[in-house]
């Protein structure tokens, strides 16, 4: 049977590798445009191809693509108003581009041998940002009122330091979540994917030995069930999983932006 | 691991291999099996020498898309559904003053029916007065007229009887002086006779 791990194995594209360098705190860097690079280039151009198609010549009765772009970015609009306030225009671009990245990398992942958002290191990259976007607008538009958001005053005084402690090791752990979330979906949407294509094949081996093997068979079309079931079950969880990160994203933006009004 | 040398690489124990990697640029055999058992074992995602090579083009791609739907993509799609929103409202709007234009008018259109409709009321009941008074008139002047005749012919009548009174009286004079000379074989003066007669009567 197919190795169900093989599937992420990163491989530089022949012609595009620059050998390893050791930096001094990263530690060694594999520098070459590999089938990542190569998936995240692919979700990203078409990413841009359709916002250009359904956006370029827009219109007030919106055509077929034009009413998909514009279910997306109402989604996300409406999203965002409605989590962070009316700030949520000031933050959407930034939600958007998330959502339609992450989406777009889902998807394709669908379609291709390689997804880039099963690769924990592009999940925390997205995760990561999202984090340092929360920080940096946090301490930019409260200093060090910042840290209000580890001092919950609704909670009883004594109380205050635990649950504040608390809250803080929750907030360290966000970017964490961000990125296991969505990359423990994908790689366990897509490893059970292969596994049980792969029990098709081998049944379907044993069944072509004649004889008793031809007990299999069942099993094999119970299999092929499963990955059609499974399929569509990715489907919905490519979309998801790009939703929730973009609520997440929302939720936690609101967080900062509103900090000190509302909470 | 894509060594190719010329040679076949001996066989070495994994930590004799490394160094005989390091030194001769060349993957001996059992390393390249202990590399690929080492694949096996863990997830490929775990691999991280390619974290910032991915990191850092993730964050480039990010950064031109986030350029662009905050340049060009949003501002597309937030005028256009701006516009479709003030389209909208502006033919929602058109529509109600053309309703109420159209209410009013109704109004006025049923005022006018009301008027009419007084109008044609007052004109047919004037209508039915003059109609009454003419035949009213009419009937007084046909009476009267009626009277009158009535009153002639009662004159005549009266004349009539009267002429038959006077003749009666003759008649009744003239029949007593008849009787009176056959009684008495002396015929009454006329002037005796009628008084008599005028006695009797």
């Known amino acids: 049977m197919a190795d169900p791990i093989h599937q992420f194995q990163i491989t530089p594209l022949p012609g595009l590798d620059f050998g390893e360098v050791t930096l001094p705190v990263i530690g060694t860097v594999h520098l070459a445009f590999t089938n990542s690079h190569l998936a995240m280039t692919?979700?990203?151009?078409?990413?841009?191809?359709?916002?250009?198609?359904?956006?370029?010549?827009?219109?007030?009765?919106?055509?077929?693509?034009?009413?998909?772009?514009?279910?997306?970015?109402?989604?996300?609009?409406?999203?965002?108003?409605?989590?962070?306030?009316?700030?949520?225009?000031?933050?959407?671009?930034?939600?958007?581009?998330?959502?339609?990245?992450?989406?777009?990398?889902?998807?394709?992942?669908?379609?291709?041998?390689?997804?880039?958002?099963?690769?924990?290191?592009?999940?925390?990259?997205?995760?990561?940002?999202?984090?340092?976007?929360?920080?940096?607008?946090?301490?930019?538009?409260?200093?060090?009122?910042?840290?209000?958001?580890?001092?919950?005053?609704?909670?009883?005084?004594?109380?205050?330091?635990?649950?504040?402690?608390?809250?803080?090791?929750?907030?360290?752990?966000?970017?964490?979540?961000?990125?296991?979330?969505?990359?423990?979906?994908?790689?366990?949407?897509?490893?059970?994917?292969?596994?049980?294509?792969?029990?098709?094949?081998?049944?379907?081996?044993?069944?072509?030995?004649?004889?008793?093997?031809?007990f299999a068979l069942p099993v094999a079309a119970l299999s092929l069930g499963m990955v059609i079931a499974l399929t569509a079950l990715e489907f919905l969880v490519a979309f998801l999983q790009a939703f929730v990160f973009a609520v997440l994203a929302c939720i936690y933006l609101n967080d900062v932006v509103n900090l000190g009004h509302g909470h | 691991m894509a060594a190719t040398p010329s040679a076949p690489p001996?066989?070495?124990?994994?930590?004799?291999?490394?160094?005989?990697?390091?030194?001769?640029?060349?993957?001996?055999?059992?390393?390249?099996?202990?590399?690929?058992?080492?694949?096996?074992?863990?997830?490929?995602?775990?691999?991280?020498?390619?974290?910032?090579?991915?990191?850092?083009?993730?964050?480039?791609?990010?950064?031109?898309?986030?350029?662009?739907?905050?340049?060009?993509?949003?501002?597309?799609?937030?005028?256009?559904?701006?516009?479709?929103?003030?389209?909208?409202?502006?033919?929602?709007?058109?529509?109600?003053?053309?309703?109420?234009?159209?209410?009013?008018?109704?109004?006025?259109?049923k005022a006018d029916l009301e008027k009419a409709r007084a109008d044609a009321r007052a004109t047919a009941a004037a209508a039915k007065a003059r109609v009454t008074a003419e035949i009213q008139a009419r009937q007084a002047e046909e009476e009267a007229a009626v009277a009158a005749r009535v009153g002639e012919a009662e004159k005549a009548i009266a004349a009539t009887r009267d002429g038959a009174m006077v003749h009666a009286a003759a008649i009744a004079s003239d029949t007593t002086r008849a009787i009176v000379e056959r009684l008495t074989g002396k015929a009454p003066t006329a002037a005796e006779a009628d008084a008599a007669v005028k006695g009797a009567a």
């Open chain 1, 42 to 214: 692919l979700a990203f151009v078409l990413v841009i191809a359709f916002l250009q198609v359904s956006t370029s010549r827009a219109q007030v009765v919106p055509g077929r693509l034009q009413a998909a772009g514009e279910t997306m970015f109402g989604m996300i609009d409406n999203l965002a108003q409605s989590i962070i306030g009316h700030d949520g225009r000031k933050y959407f671009p930034f939600v958007f581009t998330l959502f339609m990245l992450v989406l777009m990398m889902n998807l394709l992942g669908m379609f291709l041998t390689f997804t880039a958002t099963s690769q924990l290191a592009v999940t925390a990259t997205f995760g990561v940002l999202t984090f340092a976007l929360v920080v940096i607008i946090g301490i930019a538009k409260n200093g060090l009122g910042f840290f209000g958001l580890f001092w919950p005053t609704s909670a009883p005084l004594l109380l205050r330091p635990v649950v504040g402690l608390i809250e803080f090791f929750s907030f360290l752990l966000r970017p964490v979540t961000l990125a296991l979330r969505l990359f423990g979906n994908m790689l366990g949407g897509h490893v059970a994917l292969k596994i049980f294509a792969g029990f098709i094949v081998s049944l379907m081996g044993v069944a072509l030995a004649g004889g008793v093997g031809l």
């Open chain 2, 10 to 109: 001996p066989v070495l124990p994994v930590e004799q291999a490394v160094e005989y990697a390091a030194e001769t640029g060349h993957v001996p055999a059992n390393a390249a099996a202990a590399a690929a058992e080492h694949d096996a074992g863990g997830l490929p995602q775990f691999e991280f020498q390619h974290w910032a090579g991915q990191a850092v083009y993730l964050l480039i791609l990010f950064a031109i898309l986030y350029v662009l739907v905050a340049k060009v993509f949003a501002p597309r799609l937030r005028r256009v559904i701006d516009e479709r929103a003030e389209t909208v409202s502006s033919a929602v709007a058109t529509a109600r003053s053309v309703q109420t234009e159209a209410a009013a008018q109704a109004e006025a259109a």
